[in-house]
């Protein structure tokens, strides 16, 4: 029963309950429709026309019952259950305890690699851009034969 109610409440308790509420309901009127149709397989009938037919098979059906260990598989559903449930729980707790980023250090390097790249490239592409500029103005000086300005530019 777990997987199927984990798949409806992983996206929240009240809409997944609604949601599994729903689909019963439209699942039992499938059901009740072909029952009165006619239309279910004789195994899924509750009319039991299986066991109608083959008396030994009801015999079996009824005495099987008492010789199962349904306390004791019932227990062991149980225990899995719990233990399951404590393993979760336990998970959740740490990793709620945890500062936030802890256990991600290669991501978070990854991460800082990828912005001090991005400013190394930044100032390259400032830096010739200044050097670009100052050669302009330097050409620019030495055309109107200004060497004194021309010298001052590049420095």
């Known amino acids: 029963a777990w997987p199927i109610f984990g798949f409806y409440l992983r996206d929240g308790v009240v809409s997944g309950l609604v949601s ?3 689909h019963v309901i439209v ?3 499938l059901y009740a429709v072909m029952q009165f149709l006619h239309q279910l397989p004789p195994y899924l009938d509750v009319e039991y026309p299986v066991l109608r037919a083959h008396p030994i098979l009801l015999d079996l059906t009824m005495r099987a019952p008492p010789m ?9 559903f149980a225990g899995v259950g719990a233990v399951r449930s404590a393993w979760k729980l336990s998970r959740f707790i740490l990793n709620n305890r945890r500062a936030p980023g802890e256990g991600h250090y290669v991501g978070q390097m990854v991460n800082m690699e990828l912005k001090l790249n991005t400013l190394l490239k930044r100032s390259e592409a400032m830096f010739k851009q200044e050097l670009i500029a100052n050669s302009l103005s330097a050409s620019e000086h030495i055309e109107t034969g200004n060497a004194r300005a021309a010298a001052r530019s590049l420095v």
């Open 20 to 22: 599994l509420a729903l």
């Open 27 to 29: 699942l039992a009127g």
């Open 68 to 76: 199962v260990p349904w306390a004791a598989m019932a227990r062991v």
